[in-house]
């Protein structure tokens, strides 16, 4: 059974910053990549970042420059580091991992930003 655990999440001003973890609770599983989606209040779900098995990575265009994906996929822990944080970045943000076109999920972590 894969299990990511997500950390991290909380309450935080604007302009301020989070580092999110995920990590496996039981046993590591064989992904090719792992990374992180979000879903802001009465929005659908939304892809933030990925790296893969190989530490390449890529950031949603609209993040880029603030938000940075790093971690070890081997070992099933990534991190998403958030900066300068915008009220528009509440959102729950969900942890996944990729294995032969099937997806895993975490169960989410609460961001909230105030202004």
């Known amino acids: 059974q894969v299990q990511l655990v997500e950390s991290g999440g909380g309450l935080v001003q604007a302009g301020g910053t989070l580092r999110l973890s995920c990590a496996p609770s039981g046993s590591i599983f064989s992904f090719s990549g792992m990374g992180w989606y979000r879903q802001r209040p009465g929005t659908q779900r939304e892809w933030v970042a990925i790296i893969n098995d190989k530490g390449d990575t890529d950031i949603a265009d609209s993040l880029k420059g603030r938000f940075t994906i790093s971690g070890d996929v081997a070992k099933n822990t990534i991190y998403l580091q958030m900066n300068s944080l915008k009220p528009e970045d509440t959102a729950v943000y969900y942890c996944?991992?990729?294995?032969?076109?099937?997806?895993?999920w975490g169960q989410g972590t609460q961001v909230t930003i105030s202004s």
């Open positions: 996944y991992g990729t294995s032969l076109a099937r997806q895993y």
